[in-house]
């Protein structure tokens, strides 16, 4: 809930956003020095489906830090925060009580990611 919750961000959201971003800055300068591309995709978990968070704290996060870094950028919450009825999405999407998707969720991702990704795929 730190992504709709103010309190929870500046609790303790902010610094994990902060010591994401220095993990990344240091992924991104290893990959590069390896000549390894990097593609950085964000996805909502149930709690911000339920509150409709499209433009949740670590979208606009991630996509600031891919912009500055000139690296492709892949939200996928528009896939999952719709007009459709935000139970049904979870219930279809995502395993029982958890975060992480089901089979179908999977395919859904895949959908998504696979055009976004066929460049890269195609190159190895």
Do not use: C
């Amino acid at each position: 809930m730190w992504t709709i919750d103010e309190k929870l961000y500046e609790e303790y959201g902010r610094k994990g956003l902060d010591n994401s971003a220095k993990h990344m800055d240091e992924l991104l300068q290893l990959l590069k020095k390896n000549n390894i591309s990097l593609t950085v995709a964000v996805y909502p978990w149930p709690d911000q489906i339920t509150n409709h968070d499209l433009e949740s704290k670590q979208v606009t996060f991630w996509r600031e830090w891919t912009d500055r870094n000139n690296v492709p950028f892949i939200n996928l919450f528009p896939a999952f925060i719709n007009e459709k009825d935000p139970a049904k999405i979870i219930s279809e999407n995502f395993i029982y009580g958890d975060v992480h998707w089901n089979e179908k969720g999977h395919r859904l991702i895949a959908e998504r990611l696979l055009p976004r990704l066929s460049h890269i795929i195609g190159s190895e």
